[in-house]
C-alpha cells in the first residue's frame, strides 16, 4: 500500500476497520488531526459497542497525526481495557514512535512489530 498525502477532501474517511471475530483492526489514512478525530472516535467506539475485545491501529498509511489523534487513542486504550480488552499499535514508522516517545506514551502501548521481536527471542 502506498502512503496517502496531500489534502484531504471534506468528508473523506480517514478511517477503515477489518474485523475478525473479537478483534477489530483500524487502518488509519492520511491524516488525522483535530479535524478528522471525530472519525476515529466513532469508529471506535462502534467497535467496542459490538464486542471487540481486541483493537490494533494500524499506522501504515497514516502520513499525519497530532495530539487529537494521540488523545483518540489513550481514550480507545482506557476504554478498551475497562471492557477487559486490549489495544495494540502496528505499524509505526520512526515518526510515529519519535512521537509517541517524547510524549512519554510509547511505553504504555504495545506496538505489534514488539511483540513478534519478543516472541522471536
Not at 26 to 39: R, S
Not at 83 to 92: H, K, P, V
Request: glycine letters at 10%; charged letters at 25%; one cysteine or more.
Amino acid at each position: 500500500m502506498t502512503r496517502h498525502e496531500g489534502i484531504r477532501e471534506p468528508g473523506a474517511s480517514v478511517v477503515r476497520t477489518v474485523v475478525d471475530g473479537d478483534t477489530a483492526r483500524v487502518l488509519l489514512f492520511g491524516e488525522i488531526d483535530h479535524g478528522a478525530v471525530a472519525q476515529l472516535d466513532q469508529a471506535l467506539h462502534e467497535l467496542l459497542d459490538a464486542g471487540a475485545v481486541r483493537l490494533v491501529m494500524d499506522f501504515e498509511n497514516l502520513s499525519f497525526f497530532d495530539s487529537a489523534c494521540i488523545s483518540a487513542l489513550v481514550r480507545a486504550r482506557a476504554q478498551a481495557e475497562d471492557r477487559g480488552g486490549t489495544m495494540m499499535l502496528a505499524n509505526l514508522d520512526r515518526y510515529a514512535r519519535r512521537i509517541l516517545d517524547l510524549t512519554g506514551l510509547l511505553s504504555s502501548f504495545t506496538v505489534e512489530e514488539d511483540v513478534a521481536t519478543e516472541g522471536a527471542g
